[in-house]
């Protein structure tokens, strides 16, 4: 989950909450079962979904206001954790959580809409990450006769950082390598 809707999901929570204790055990239980029965909602479809992104899609749905369920148990949430914060503070308090949301919500979108997110940012962050360790040996990524001559000798490292490197033409010398000593 990403760091901003942690961060969303714990400042809607007041720092009072936790920090001080309230007159009644029945109170701290009513405010800690609203989170558990909101969290459960979470965890329950991660735990029954063939989809590994269930947990995310989950949240996604719950920010976006989709999950009756996780409606009311917000809702409730909410009027519980507003019961400590003095009336002329509500407003400001509940604008806050509503702004939050928009800002996980944009930052969500424009995380996505960068340039090299997605299915292959792994792979380019592999391969750029290969390309210095390369570099850090003295060593072109581009270059076919270092590659070869790294074949030649067996220095499987090199090898490996070249193919993770992705800067030999895939047609080019890589087809029909001598096995690495």
Do not use: C
Not at 56 to 77: I, P
Not at 138 to 162: N, P, T
């Amino acid at each position: 989950m990403p760091a901003a809707r942690l961060l969303v999901l714990a400042l809607l929570l007041p720092f009072n909450a936790f920090a001080s204790t309230l007159d009644d055990d029945a109170d701290d239980w009513r405010l800690i079962g609203g989170m558990l029965a909101l969290m459960q909602q979470v965890v329950h479809q991660a735990a029954h979904s063939p989809d590994p992104q269930a947990a995310q899609k989950s949240v996604d749905a719950m920010l976006a206001g989709e999950n009756a369920e996780a409606n009311r148990l917000a809702s409730g949430l909410m009027d519980e954790i507003l019961l400590d914060v003095p009336a002329e503070h509500r407003d400001a308090f509940i604008a806050i959580g509503r702004d939050l949301v928009v800002l996980a919500r944009r930052e969500q979108a424009r995380s996505a809409a960068l340039p090299g997110r997605g299915d292959g940012a792994r792979a380019r962050e592999e391969a750029m990450q290969a390309r210095k360790e390369l570099h850090a040996m003295g060593l072109r990524y581009w270059d076919e006769q270092q590659f070869l001559e790294a074949v030649k000798r067996g220095d499987r490292l090199a090898v490996e950082l070249y193919l993770a490197a992705r800067g030999l033409e895939s047609s080019g010398p890589a087809r029909n390598l001598p096995p690495a000593r």
